[in-house]
Structures are given as C-alpha cells and as structure tokens.
C-alpha cells in the first residue's frame, strides 16, 4: 500500500493469518523479518504493518520516538523485557528502546505513530530515517 489509505481497509480473519499469509506481497525488512505495510512509509508520520518473522529473525536495537502498538498474531518474539506470545499486545511508550528476537518466528501486527530510531543503523530493506 502507499503512504495513505484512499479506501477503508478491512482485513478478516486476522488472528489465522498464518494461514494466509502466502496471499500478501511481504518485503524485505530485516536479519529474516519481512514487512507488509498496511499503511504508511516508515520513514515518516504514522505506519501500520504486519512483520513477519522467520526462525531467529530480529530486528535490531532501536529506539521509539512515538508510541509503538504490537499486537502478537501468531508465534511468540522476546526483547529485552518481555516474551510475547500470540493474543499479547504490548506497547512501548516513547524513549523506550529494544531489540527483538522470534525464536520460531512470528507474524505480528505493529503500529506506530512515529519511525523507530535504528541505533546501529537501519538493518537492510529499511529505509533510512
């Protein structure tokens, strides 16, 4: 999708997506994560996306300028604080920064109101800040 939406998006089914998944256009997002932006561009204003993670993918230390909605559809990811299994939501409030990892991979759905902040430089296939 393109930086905004010029139709109301709706997506059923949302919590079986690893049945679907096949279906979407997923790009290259970082070390095994891929993205499908939903909307937005990630390099500014708001972004949805759903991420998708193979076996020991992770996405490197950053850090979040704005807030940060993660919602767990399928799989489990772990960071610094937490494991977060399919069904959790977590959300990270500005000034927070971590680094994840799904062990068995997961699909998640991330929304966020600002780009993140790469602290080691952004992993391949994202755009720059």
């Not at 997002?29 to 992770?58: C, M, N």
């Not at 950053?62 to 604080?81: A, F, T």
């Amino acid at each position: 999708m393109h930086e905004g939406l010029a139709q109301v998006l709706k997506i059923t089914d949302l919590f079986q997506v690893s049945g679907w998944q096949h279906k979407l256009p997923w790009m290259p997002f970082g070390d095994g994560v891929e993205i499908h932006r939903l909307y937005g561009d990630g390099k500014s204003g708001p972004t949805a996306a759903l991420l998708r993670f193979q076996p020991g993918g992770r996405v490197p230390l950053h850090e979040h300028v704005g807030y940060e909605h993660i919602l767990v559809l399928s799989g489990s990811q772990v960071d610094e604080n937490t494991r977060a299994d399919a069904g959790m939501l977590i959300i990270n409030p500005p000034g927070t920064s971590h680094s994840i990892l799904s062990e068995s991979g997961c699909i998640v759905l991330a929304i966020y109101e600002k780009p993140v902040r790469f602290l080691d430089g952004p992993p391949p296939g994202h755009p720059p800040a």
